[in-house]
């Protein structure tokens, strides 16, 4: 029950647009051993909300108000120098494109190793070992330290990634729709596989997703944005079977059921703004 | 036999892929291995399974869009390769496709009412007037508007664009269409708006559809009959409920236990 990380009143605007707000207000918690989802469509503020976390907001956006209290220290304001030491650090990152982010001309080994020399200073034949271990925690033989990306299905690429993104044992995972462009079987496993590295490494995660089905797969917590704003948060179980807000309720019409027995719904925009104004 | 309107007979296709540290050797990918199915009129035919199990590469060769190499391809009877020439040109119009990527499948530097009516064009259908007037109707039916025949591409949102493909492909009248992945790229909202906007034009224009995904919940609510494929062999085909309440492969149920938030959901 230890709360690990405090967003409050985080807002986010660009920088030549003061008044508009990409993120409005928004506040949560994460704790250790936990997943919070951050579900909405398309737009709605998720990454940003991410981004706000890990200081890598780009230069033509402002953080204009809120603290990210993570381990009891406000992120917000501190040196480019002292965020880069936790992130990758205390704090890994997975993001959505596995082929983007890694570097074509590089050996998957040698990319995990760089995240190890870096924050643990390990060399030699310890490094070595560590990157064995971590490739066999993801599922991939240690003997494929040596492949090349393109060498890798688009699995077990991504798995590359949360193998380099688990490397220093953070205590806080933010992962931002890492399974988004991947098959269903492999996104099945992946799934497995977060789950299982968080409970064994008691690691709070911050997940993305506009999926709701991922969502009944991996939350503890749920947080749903709209517009920029949180319109409602709470336990998996309670948001998923007993949704109080009206835009969360269009949300979940919209995911086909595996069952197929409930008529989809598209959201209806006009009806919604209705709402909002009484 | 009358009610099929068009059937894949054995139909295979390889790749030479380049192999090898410095890509030197060559293996040869079967990514069709004696594929035969029928597409039923009025009806949609899915074509489900893992990421490079040939699902792409079938729906680029049913329209000719790849040459096979071996097996046919029949159109309402007609063996599609032994037409040429103007009788195949004729015959395309009514086999048309929507793309997975509504970003990259649209001419960036053309404007939308040049996309859509590209194809009236190029099948010389009507006057200009008319076809003119077959964009802006067609435009309207997906819901978009005349003044949005100037626009380009990059001014649509991503639901948008998709609208646009589609327009694309039905204004031609065609009898079947392809889509590859047509909602994938696109998020839960705009999925279901794109999905039910496809079955009713199904059902205005009588379309045969043949819809490719990886997701087994969309398709649960687009298809009448699944066809499950897996390392280029079609493995598994069937009508939507049976193949979902008593699949008969393995592999087919792992797909089915892949659904993400199969149980939690279901409630
Ligand atoms: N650099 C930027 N300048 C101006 N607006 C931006 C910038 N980056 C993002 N936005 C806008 O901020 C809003 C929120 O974007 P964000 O990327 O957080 O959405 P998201 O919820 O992650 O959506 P998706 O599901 O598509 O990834 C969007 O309307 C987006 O257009
Ligand atoms: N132009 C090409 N050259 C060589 N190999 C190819 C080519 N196109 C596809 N392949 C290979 O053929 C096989 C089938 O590919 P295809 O694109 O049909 O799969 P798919 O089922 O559509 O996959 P996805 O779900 O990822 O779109 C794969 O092994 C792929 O790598
Ligand atoms: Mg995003
Ligand atoms: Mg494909």
Redo the contacts with the bound molecule.
């Keep these: 029950m230890t709360e690990l990380l405090r967003i409050e009143g985080l807002t986010v605007t660009?920088q030549n647009a003061p008044d508009k707000l990409?993120?409005n207000n928004v506040s949560f918690t994460l704790e250790s051993g936990k997943t919070t989802c951050v579900v909405?469509?398309?737009?709605?503020?998720?990454?940003?909300?991410a981004l706000s976390v890990m200081g890598l907001l780009?230069s033509?956006?402002r953080l204009a108000q809120g603290k990210v209290i993570f381990q009891g220290q406000d992120l917000v304001g501190i040196s480019n120098d002292e965020l880069r030491k936790i992130r990758g650090g205390r704090i890994g990152m997975i993001f959505q494109e596995p082929m983007t982010s890694l570097n074509p001309v590089l050996t998957i080994g040698k990319q995990i190793s760089e995240t190890l020399i870096v924050h643990q200073g390990l060399r030699g034949q310890t490094l070595k070992a560590r990157i064995a271990a971590l490739l066999e925690q993801v599922g991939i033989p240690a003997g494929r330290a040596n492949s090349y990306p393109d060498e890798l299905s688009g699995g077990q690429r991504q798995r590359v990634m949360i193998a380099m993104s688990i490397a220093c044992e953070p205590a806080m995972l933010i992962a931002d729709?890492p399974t988004t462009a991947l098959d269903v079987t492999v996104q099945a496993q992946i799934l497995a596989l977060l789950n299982e590295l968080k409970t064994r490494m008691n690691m709070a995660m911050l997940f993305?997703t506009?999926d709701f089905g991922v969502v009944a797969d991996i939350a503890d917590d749920v947080v749903v944005?709209f517009r920029?704003e949180i319109v409602e948060s709470g336990p998996v179980a309670e948001v998923l079977h007993n949704p109080q807000h009206p835009y969360t309720r269009a949300l979940l019409a919209c995911v086909p059921d595996a069952e197929g027995k409930r008529p989809l719904k598209p959201i209806d925009y006009a009806w919604l703004n209705e709402e909002a104004a009484a | 036999m009358s009610d099929i309107i068009l059937s894949a007979r054995h139909l295979t296709k390889s790749y030479k892929q380049r192999s090898g540290r410095f890509g030197l050797g060559a293996t040869l990918v079967k990514a069709l291995d004696d594929v035969s199915l029928d597409l039923k009129q009025g009806s949609t035919l899915a074509v489900v399974g893992e990421s490079g199990s040939g699902k792409s590469t079938l729906a680029r060769c049913l329209l000719q869009l790849l040459p096979l190499d071996g097996g046919e391809v029949l159109f309402q009877g007609q063996d599609l390769a032994k037409l040429s020439g103007s009788a195949l040109r004729e015959q395309r119009r009514f086999l048309q496709m929507v793309f997975q990527d509504p970003f990259a499948s649209l001419n960036p530097r053309m404007r939308v009412g040049q996309i859509v009516g590209e194809g009236l064009l190029i099948h010389q259908l009507g006057t200009q007037d008319e076809r003119h007037d077959k964009v802006v109707r067609m435009l309207q039916r997906v819901g978009l508007s005349e003044a949005d025949m100037q626009k380009y591409p990059h001014q649509f949102s991503g639901g948008q664009r998709q609208r646009i493909g589609i327009a694309r492909a039905l204004v031609l009248e065609p009898r079947v269409v392809v889509c590859d992945e047509p909602v994938s790229a696109l998020?839960v909202s705009i999925q279901a708006q794109i999905l039910l906007l496809l079955k009713e034009l199904q059902e205005e224009m009588a379309l045969s559809y043949l819809f490719i995904s990886h997701d087994l919940r969309v398709v649960r609510h687009i298809a009448d009959e699944v066809a499950v494929m897996y390392q280029g062999k079609l493995i598994e085909q069937g009508g939507v409920e049976s193949i979902y309440d008593a699949p008969a492969q393995e592999y087919t149920r792992n797909l089915l236990q892949s659904i993400p938030g199969r149980r939690a959901l279901a409630a």
């Design positions: 660009p990409l993120v909405g469509e398309s737009g709605s503020g998720k990454s940003l909300t780009s033509q956006l729709e993305i506009h944005m920029g | 998020d």
